[in-house]
């Protein structure tokens, strides 16, 4: 996870230096101790007093500061990750040469921790041979360098150069160098979204899910250090950490039939999914017409995942479901609990305080298996994933 770490960030002399405000901002935002060292052509381009604003620090310039000499050994090795975006095609040379004429290049010869070099500049720059070896070179010192990104260059033309979204950048970031280990090696399999029950060609049934309670405990979890599957039913998001392996399924059999195939595999299992509880007896394989006035449809249950996989569930394993109820919540949720065989019930009550299909928002209970229920307050979603990621954490791990 982001929050906690210690992120150095080198801005050199590229107009895209404008885009490391917000970059600074989402770090910050997320818990990151955000420190800058800019060289002098970054000051063309973005200003050290907004820096300074937005990462609630000094921002380093020179070596010597008001009679005061500034230590790049101890701020190189301060920090957990040192990025260097943009990078310009000047700072990449004098850091494949080791030139050290200014405070951001001692930072980097003194730096202990992994430097990520984020290059930006005009396409022809980034092609040019020279840039290549340089590339090539830091390469083979250990640094990691993530390639610029197509598009509209600041020379108005069109091409390989421009630094990443800052938002893209976090991504990277969060998935590739700020996974904490504190699930590493436990094998999560996750449910989410609704299924689709087909009548014919062009209709279904269905429940009211948008899935992003499943996605939020996949991703924090991820970001935890866990191995992820997510079982997913039709839904109109998507994640945006590649690590996190999808199985995308439409109805209740086939996310049966998947969760079965993963039934020994998994440690944990979490099924958050609004799996229709009937599918249709006898879809057609033709659009129905309409004929009478009244049309029936019959309809058969569905296999309970959750119950299934509390079946078969081994000593070593766990097993958390949810429960949707809109009355006599805590009461349904422990029959769910003793008859699912869950190690844990998540509890969301549907009525006027709490809408859960239609915001980002969740109130949620936790019934425990010896039956204590512990009561949240409304909480955003990422907030709920955080609570059950620091069950498990706490209570399994
Ligand atoms: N569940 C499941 N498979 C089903 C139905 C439900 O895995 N065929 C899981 C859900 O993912 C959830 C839990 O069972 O974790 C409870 O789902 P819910 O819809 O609240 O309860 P049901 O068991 O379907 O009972 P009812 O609809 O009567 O409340």
């Given at each position: ?46 200003s ?7 990462s ?10 008001n009679?005061?000499?500034e ?42 921790c ?6 930006a500049?005009?396409?022809e ?26 598009g ?19 991504t990277i ?31 279904f ?26 079982v ?17 399924v ?11 195939e ?10 958050s ?15 129905i ?9 019959s ?37 769910k609990?003793?008859n ?58």
């Amino acid at each position: 996870m982001i929050s906690g770490k210690k992120i150095l960030i080198g801005i050199t002399g590229s107009i895209s230096a404008y885009k490391t405000i917000t970059l600074i901002r989402l770090l910050v935002k997320k818990g990151a101790d955000v420190r800058i060292v800019i060289t002098p052509a970054a000051k063309d381009f973005v200003s050290p007093m907004v820096l300074s604003t937005f990462s609630n620090h000094k921002v380093y310039q020179e070596f010597v500061e008001n009679d005061i000499w500034e230590n790049h050994v101890i701020l190189g090795r301060w920090a957990d990750l040192f990025l260097i975006a943009p990078a310009s095609c000047n700072t990449i040379s004098k850091m494949a040469t080791g030139l050290c004429d200014n405070f951001l290049m001692a930072t980097y010869l003194s730096a202990t921790c992994k430097t990520v070099i984020v290059p930006a500049m005009d396409e022809e720059m980034w092609l040019h041979p020279s840039t290549q070896n340089n590339i090539k070179t830091l390469a083979s010192y250990g640094n990691d360098v993530i390639e610029p990104r197509e598009g509209l260059l600041a020379s108005g033309l069109i091409g390989k150069g421009r630094l990443p979204e800052p938002e893209e950048l976090v991504t990277i970031l969060e998935e590739s160098y700020c996974r904490s280990n504190e699930l590493a090696g436990k094998n999560i399999l996750i449910t989410a979204g609704p299924t689709e029950e087909l009548i014919d060609p062009v209709r279904f049934i269905t429940n009211r899910s948008s899935g992003k309670m499943g996605f939020a405990i996949a991703e924090v979890l991820y970001l935890l250090g866990a191995n992820v599957k997510l079982v997913s039913g039709p839904v109109s998001i998507e994640t945006k950490y590649k690590g996190i392996q999808i199985i995308e399924v439409q109805t209740a059999k086939d996310m049966f039939e998947i969760c079965r195939e993963e039934q020994e595999k998994f440690d944990i299992g979490i099924f958050s999914a609004a799996v229709a509880d009937y599918t249709i007896s006898h879809p057609e394989n033709e659009k129905i017409k309409k004929k009478d006035e009244n049309l029936n449809i019959s309809l058969s249950k569905t296999k309970d995942i959750l119950g299934s996989m509390g079946e078969l569930k081994r000593k070593d394993q766990k097993i958390i479901g949810f429960a949707l109820e809109t009355n006599n919540g805590e009461e349904n949720a422990i029959s769910k609990l003793k008859n699912k065989h869950a190690d844990l019930i998540v509890l969301n009550m549907l009525n006027s305080d709490n809408d859960v299909f239609n915001n980002d928002f969740n109130k949620v209970s936790f019934i425990e298996s010896n039956e204590n229920i512990i009561h949240f307050n409304t909480a955003s979603k990422k907030e709920v994933a955080l609570k059950i990621a620091d069950y498990i954490i706490s209570n399994w791990k």
